[in-house]
Every structure is written in structure tokens, then in C-alpha cells.
């Protein structure tokens, strides 16, 4: 599962995290990792793999094939014949050709096969409103159209991926968001899992973003204890 930021990877996350039995009840293996106790508290995370996507765009195969090896061993184990993962970063390690040629290389190498890529996307127009928001929390934001034309560069990550796909082995899905709960359980579970819906849901709200008129009144307040 990759995806742009703010697509509600949080929140998949946390249901993947806090539903492992059910998920090895259906043969899907999902890897342990240093944000465990964030992915189960509802806290944004960068899921469950990290370290493939630093890895694949340092370039060390080699760490990349022992990761994904240690996953089939783990998954074997455990009476599973799938692997799950879940990641924001591994949008830009696909967006690379090389990198996604170094997945695909590794993933063969360990014995991995079939490999099926759940991509989720959201209108650039509200994409951008919502990281812009999202920055607001760390007080970091600029003006927005500023922000906007100096740091917001999806669409040209988004055309490096879709360049690779045509050559790529992988079996890509593409999806646009909706922000409602049930729309990513039924795309996640349903359509892509394929696992049915009998998981255990949060009641939590999931990596929640500013108000917009909070976020202006904040860059106003900013404004004014500089004069």
C-alpha cells in the first residue's frame, strides 16, 4: 500500500496494526515495526516499512533482499502466504525507475511473487489545501501560495510513477481518495484484501488536521508579534 500524503494511510495503518489476527486469519502477514505502538494509538506513522524505502533509495539491494526474505520466513511461519505492507515513502522509491527495478529484482530474488500495489491519490487542489493544513500543526506554514509554487511537488512525482508503470511487472490499482472512513475500510478490505469486513474498528479520530480559519488566524497572529 503506498500512497501521497494525506490519503488516510494513518488510519489504514492503524486498522492493519490493530487487526493482525484477523489479517493471518485471511493469510495476510503484517510486518512488525519500530511504529507499532504509533500505528495502534492512531498517531501519523510512516507504517510498517520504513527501512524498505530508505533502503531501496540508498540502493543496498543486499539489505533490501535479507528485509524482504525475513518477511516470507516470518510470514511462513505464521501460516500466511501474503505479506503486507504499508508505506507513504515507497511512493518515491517507485516514482524512481531504478529503485522500483531494485524492488522488483529483490522481490524475485526472496522469493516473493505476485506483487500487488494498492496507490491511492487525491485531487492536487485539495491535496495541497490538506498538507498545507497539516504543516499549520508543527506552526511551520507560510503563506499558502507560496508554499504552494516553492515546496508542493506531487504532480511531478505522480507523472515520474506513472512513466514506470508500462514497464513494471506489478499489479497496480489505482484509487482516488474519499475522505470517509467507509469508503477506505471497503476499498482496503474488500477490493483490494479481499478479507471481508469482520475487523475490529477504532474510535479514534486518526492523525486530525487544523481547522483552515485556525490555520489563517495562527499565520496572522505570526504576522503581528513580528511588527
Known amino acids: 500500500h503506498i500512497c501521497i500524503y494525506n490519503t488516510g494511510s494513518s488510519y ?16 495476510l502477514f503484517f510486518p512488525g515495526s519500530a511504529s507499532d505502538a504509533k500505528m495502534r494509538s492512531g498517531a501519523h506513522t510512516y507504517g510498517n516499512a520504513a527501512k524498505l524505502t530508505s533502503w531501496l533509495l540508498e ?6 533482499e535479507r528485509l ?6 516470518s510470514a511462513a511461519a505464521q501460516h500466511c502466504d501474503r505479506v503486507l505492507i504499508s508505506n507513504e515513502g515507497l511512493l518515491h522509491a517507485f516514482s524512481d525507475p531504478a529503485a522500483l527495478a531494485r524492488f522488483e529484482l529483490a522481490a524475485a530474488s526472496a522469493g516473493l511473487d505476485g506483487i500487488h500495489v494498492l496507490a491511492l491519490f487525491r485531487d492536487f487542489d485539495k491535496h495541497a489545501l490538506s498538507i498545507y ?26 507523472a ?3 512513466s514506470s508503470v508500462p ?5 497496480w490499482s489505482f484509487r482516488r481518495y474519499r475522505k470517509t472512513p467507509s469508503f477506505l475500510e471497503q476499498l482496503y478490505f474488500n477490493d483490494w484484501l479481499k478479507t471481508g469486513r469482520d475487523y475490529a474498528r477504532p474510535h479514534i479520530t486518526v492523525n486530525a488536521s487544523l481547522p483552515l480559519p485556525l490555520l489563517v488566524g495562527l499565520n496572522k497572529l505570526k504576522d503581528y508579534t513580528r511588527m
Open 133 to 158: 493544513k497539516h504543516i499549520g500543526k508543527c506552526g511551520a506554514a507560510t503563506e499558502f501560495e507560496t508554499w504552494v509554487s516553492e515546496n508542493y511537488h506531487t504532480p511531478e512525482l505522480i
Open 59 to 64: 540502493g543496498n539491494t543486499k539489505k533490501v
Open 12 to 27: 489504514l495503518q492503524h486498522l492493519s496494526a490493530a487487526n493482525r489476527s484477523f489479517l493471518r486469519a485471511h493469510k
Open 167 to 171: 514497464a513494471s511487472k506489478i499489479k
Open 68 to 73: 524482504l526474505q525475513s518477511w516470507k520466513k
Open 160 to 162: 515520474r510513477l506513472l
